[in-house]
Structure formats: structure tokens, C-alpha cells
């Protein structure tokens, strides 16, 4: 390059006319172009009059992300042109015809399609045995599928664990799905915990029930809700401590009777818990 032609980012704002080469094209929160956008980059953030072209198309799921970038930088006085709006991005990858083209040139003995959903893993398989791979040597993997290459050939072997691996304080993948199902449940609904002492030997209630609430509702706005849920929980114990069952039977009737009072007055789920003391 010419001398002179490049020069460091921390130099840009000095410059009258520059051209910048960055990423977030997919919208990464991350990336450079996304903080340009956000006003959130130490040297180099968009300002009135700028262009930005994006030579990109949205991967599908990304769509928020892109939207989100592209609203911001027209929020700052930038003109953006990417290809929703303008002819500005030609696909980077292979047509029908190069990619049959390739497989003529290489003739390879074994074929795995990568790259793509599994509808166009399919297509490039089938365009695979047109040319004439032998269909026993044509695989689609999907991840966790593992492929045993020997002198004999190429089979599909058998499969692994393979997908996110979920990073919690010092535990790296030890986090179940039912302890993910249970933070989605809290995350959305809330908790309420139901607590109530009971007689050791006649089953009959010396404290309580009381209940408290995170993530639920506002108890000063639900006040004549947990009032009920306390009723309905002193009900259940009255009606089931009859027969001196375990404590577990208490906690399965007290749980039942709360959740079905809250679900019907609010349409609402929180993640209901009895605990139950035996004195």
C-alpha cells in the first residue's frame, strides 16, 4: 500500500476523509461496528453525515441484532446502506452448478456436506450422488454424529455429547436441565414459599402458615391474594393432618392447594414451596 494510506485508529478522528474496514456486520453486541453504533467506543463513534455500508446478510436469528445496529447508527445522523435497501452484498457462497463443478474436479471417495442447516445438507448430498458417489459413501452429520475413517472407508460411528456447555461460578458443564428448568421457572414466575408449623404427634398446626414472595408480586399489591393462599394452605393441612400423615403428604397438599389459588387468580406460575416443621 502507498505510504501514507493507512493509519492508526487512535489517529482517525484527525483525519477528514477515512474509510474503516470493521466487523458487526451480524449485529455482535461486541463488535466494533455495534459500538460505533452505540456511542460506545473509546477512539472511533458515528457521527452526522457519515455512511456505513453493511456487505452482509442477516443470519437468520441474528435479525434483532442487525436491526437493533442499524437503528442506532440512523439515530446518530449516519446514512446506512445494506442489502434490505440496496444492491450491496453478493453471497460468498458456491452455487448449484460450482459446488457439482468441485465435486467433478476432486471426485473424492467419500463426501460429508458441511456448513448449513440440515434441509441444505440434504440438497448438497443429493447433488453429491448425482455425480456419481456411491450413496453408502454420502453422509450428513449433525453435531454429536461421529465418522471412523479407516483404510476400509469412512461409517458413521457413534454419537457424543455435544452442544452448550454451561459455565456456573467454578462449574463447567455440572449444571442439569432441571436446575435450568428451575432458574426459567424463577426467572418468569417468580417464588413463593409457604412455611407452617405443625403438632408432632396430632398433626394440628402451632405457627404459622406464612408466606413470602420474591419475583411474584409487590405483597403490599397482593395483600388480599396471600391472605387467601394462607387460608386455602391452613385448609389443606387441617383436612389432610386428620390421619397424621408424613410431612411429605403436607408439603405435596399445601403446594397443590396454593398453586391452583394463585394460577386462578392470576394465570401466573411462581414456584410454590412448603416447609413444614414438625414441633
Known amino acids: 500500500m502507498p505510504h501514507g494510506l493507512v493509519v492508526k485508529l487512535e489517529k482517525a478522528p ?11 456486520s451480524q449485529g455482535e453486541p461486541l463488535s466494533a461496528l455495534a459500538r460505533f453504533a452505540a456511542q460506545r467506543h473509546p477512539v472511533v463513534n458515528v457521527q452526522a453525515g457519515d455512511w456505513v ?13 442487525v436491526h437493533q445496529t442499524i437503528n442506532n447508527l440512523y439515530r446518530n445522523g ?13 453471497s460468498g457462497h458456491a452455487h448449484r452448478d460450482e459446488l457439482r463443478r468441485m465435486l467433478e474436479l476432486v471426485r473424492p471417495r467419500n463426501f460429508i456436506p458441511v456448513h448449513g442447516e440440515y434441509r441444505q445438507l440434504q440438497h448438497h448430498a443429493d447433488l453429491a450422488r448425482e455425480t456419481g458417489i456411491p450413496p453408502e459413501r454420502v453422509f450428513i452429520v ?13 461409517r458413521l460411528g457413534e454419537k457424543v455429547v455435544a452442544g452448550f456447555v454451561y459455565v456456573d461460578g467454578l462449574g463447567i458443564g ?5 436446575v435450568l428448568r428451575d432458574r426459567r421457572r424463577l426467572s418468569q414466575d417468580g417464588i413463593l414459599v409457604v412455611t407452617l408449623a405443625v403438632d408432632r404427634d396430632t398433626g394440628t398446626v402451632r405457627a404459622g402458615p406464612d408466606l413470602v414472595s420474591r419475583g411474584f408480586m409487590e405483597e403490599d399489591l397482593s ?24 410431612t411429605q403428604l403436607l408439603q405435596e397438599a399445601v403446594h397443590e392447594s396454593v398453586l391452583k389459588l394463585v394460577h386462578r387468580r392470576t394465570k401466573r406460575r411462581p414456584m410454590v414451596i412448603p416447609v413444614i416443621t414438625e414441633l
Open 14 to 24: 484527525e483525519e477528514p476523509r477515512l474509510v474503516l474496514l470493521t466487523a458487526g
Open 53 to 65: 455500508i453493511i456487505s452482509a446478510r442477516p443470519i437468520p436469528g441474528n435479525e434483532r441484532l
Open 78 to 90: 449516519a446514512r446506512v446502506f445494506y442489502s434490505d435497501t440496496d444492491h450491496v452484498h453478493v
Open 142 to 154: 449433525e453435531d454429536g454424529q461421529t465418522v471412523e475413517l479407516d483404510r476400509d472407508g469412512a
Open 174 to 178: 455440572d449444571v442439569e436441565q432441571v
Open 223 to 246: 395483600a388480599d391474594l396471600l391472605a387467601q393462599a394462607k387460608a386455602v394452605a391452613l385448609e389443606a393441612v387441617e383436612r389432610v393432618s386428620s390421619a397424621r400423615p408424613e
